[in-house]
């Protein structure tokens, strides 16, 4: 029986060393696609360098964050000057403060807001705020919608989380079965299915929490009303509504995903982008909600490393580069609308029948016939070995996607035309090639 270190040692094509399962995030690892892991070693702009020191042109983006790309000049000019103020303090800032304020301007169903590091803490705290302010502990999600790795939202999440052939042994996933018990996990644009899962346990339930427009089954828009009927569900219940803004906020404008649908939720969590590159995250929302968190409620969240000055500079940083662009978003929405037009022109020629979505700087399709996904069961119809294959064609040929059919493409600020260009004709060329291998 061969071990996790040689597995790990043998997939990468070099000693992984103690860094177990060789990544400190599965889907790092590609089981989905086999072949040897991508392994970066720098990055910049548009795109991730290699061990040989091949540029590829990047969709991975660091699963979101890098809204400006790798290592953007104004994003990493003189760190040194931050850090020297110090790095982290044990107190608050008026810089945090600050900065709270900005978020608060741009989301204002953020009346209050607290900082943490990861997308995982500020979902956990949230859904933690929720249950202490109603009194209950039944959470309703989605399948497909990812929130973080705490116990609570992993169970069926399927998304990032589905990366393993064992994702779905939740006997042995170290969740105890009282935590899975205090969710259901329904389909996403299904209101039926929420129906169904809920019954009889309405009264129990503290929170809806949803990916807005989703990112973790590639990507996913709300059917017209789904969202609204989850406002008028949770309103009926006395439940919260929390929307997941981890990857939407700032990648679809400053009032992130809400802004676009015209939804105020309860509670947001919001994180990757908004620390340029470093660890930042948040979550808030109704100021009455906020208020079971200690000191003033029973409610405890807290964290060395939240609201630290470096990462608290770095958001600064980040807000005042979007808001010096007003170009910013009219710019990626149209490099993006470019690229997907490119693809469905690709895929006419050829006769695929894959639809081709795009939202702001997201583009994603699969490998199924017929319109867009809507929830997590039709993203699993997908032809996972067409997937496989059309990701080594494209790295092959210099482009690098997520290596999971569950991701989607993110672009950058420094995906220009050149990149797009390049991109489409590595597509229409792994198309080609997949097609003489009968694979499409
Ligand atoms: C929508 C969403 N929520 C939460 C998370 C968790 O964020 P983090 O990986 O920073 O813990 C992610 C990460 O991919 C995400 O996509």
């Known amino acids: 029986m061969i071990t996790e270190r040689e597995r790990s040692d043998r997939d990468f094509g070099m000693p992984t060393g103690a860094l177990a399962g060789g ?52 994003l990493v000019r003189d760190l040194d000057t931050i850090a020297a103020r110090g790095t982290v303090f044990g107190a608050t800032t008026h810089d945090e ?129 789904f969202l609204d009927a989850l406002f008028a569900r949770a309103r009926r219940y006395g439940a919260l ?19 676009l649908t015209g939804h105020r939720p309860d509670l947001t969590a919001l994180g990757k982008i908004m620390g340029g590159g470093f660890a930042l995250a948040a979550f808030g ?56 037009a490119g693809m469905r022109s690709i895929f006419a020629v050829r006769s695929l029948p894959y ?3 795009q939202l702001g700087s997201m583009v994603d399709f699969a490998f199924r016939a017929g319109p867009p996904v809507r929830n997590y069961d039709e993203r699993q119809q997908a032809d996972r070995v067409a997937f496989a294959a059309y990701y080594h064609a494209m790295r092959d040929r210099g482009v690098l996607l997520a290596p999971s059919a569950n991701e989607l493409m993110f672009l950058s600020t420094e995906h220009g035309d050149a990149e797009i260009d390049a991109t489409l004709v590595a597509c229409e060329s792994s198309m080609a090639a997949l097609r003489e291998r009968r694979i499409v």
């Open 97 to 225: 403060i600050r900065l709270a304020d900005r978020i608060a301007a741009y989301v204002p169903a953020m009346e209050r807001l607290r900082f943490v590091s990861t997308g995982t803490e500020a979902m956990m705290s949230a859904v933690r705020v929720a249950r202490a302010f109603t009194g209950r502990s039944l959470v309703a999600r989605f399948a497909g919608n990812y929130h973080g790795h705490f116990d609570g939202a992993l169970h069926d999440a399927g998304a990032s989380a589905g990366v393993s052939a064992r994702a779905n042994d939740v006997a042995r996933s170290g969740i105890p079965a009282g935590v899975r018990a205090a969710s259901v996990v329904a389909r996403y644009n299904d209101l039926d299915d929420l129906d169904a899962r809920l019954g009889g346990r309405e009264h129990e339930l503290a929170a809806i929490v949803v990916e807005p427009i989703v990112g973790n089954m590639g990507l996913v828009l709300p059917q017209p009303g």
């Open 285 to 340: 929302g109704r100021a009455d909600v906020m208020g079971v968190l200690s000191p003033d409620g029973a409610s405890f969240t807290g964290g060395t490393y939240s609201g630290n000055p470096f990462a608290v500079a770095m958001g600064h940083r980040t807000l005042d580069l979007i808001e010096g662009d007003p170009t910013l978003y009219a710019r990626l929405d149209s490099r993006a609308s470019r690229l997907a």
């Open 241 to 259: 509504v929390i929307f997941d803004e981890v990857i939407t906020w700032l990648r679809l404008g400053l009032g992130g995903g809400q802004a």
């Open 355 to 357: 639809a081709v979505t």
């Open 23 to 74: 990544a400190s995030s599965p889907v790092r690892v590609g089981a989905a696609v086999g072949g040897a892991p991508f392994v970066q070693v720098s990055g910049r702009g548009a795109y991730a360098i290699d061990g040989t020191g091949r540029a590829f042109v990047d969709y991975v983006m660091a699963y979101g964050p890098l809204l400006f790309g790798h290592a953007h000049p104004a």
